[in-house]
């Protein structure tokens, strides 16, 4: 299996990206990205989730087996409004689909 680290750098290399672009993608310092690469940090689930956010993947994607599958532009917006949200409202808006897929399914 292979380590968060390597999975990640196998991932900028497949998208010939910086770590520049991928910190810029990503909401964070240059300084985490490199601290990541340069000294094979280990990064919380949460930088990770926003590095995923950054190469247009989940975090499921991530840790996925089988070939990731690029997330649309209209899946990344929604993603990205996603990662802005509190728990609160992200309870919330699953309520709130939960009701909508009911209502289709209707």
Do not use: H
Not at 1 to 28: C, F, H, P, Q
Not at 93 to 101: C, F, I, P, T
């Amino acid at each position: 299996m292979m380590d968060t680290t390597e999975r990640l750098r196998k991932l900028v290399e497949e998208r010939g990206i910086s770590e520049y672009r991928l910190a810029k993608n990503s909401g964070l310092s240059e300084s985490t990205i490199a601290n990541i690469f340069r000294r094979n940090a280990v990064p919380s689930i949460s930088t990770l989730e926003a590095i995923c956010g950054g190469l247009g993947i989940t975090l499921s994607q991530f840790f996925s087996d089988s070939d990731l599958v690029e997330l649309s532009p209209q899946l990344k917006d929604l993603f990205d409004n996603w990662m802005a949200l509190s728990k609160e409202q992200k309870d919330a808006v699953s309520q709130l689909l939960r009701v909508m897929n009911l209502e289709n399914k209707r």
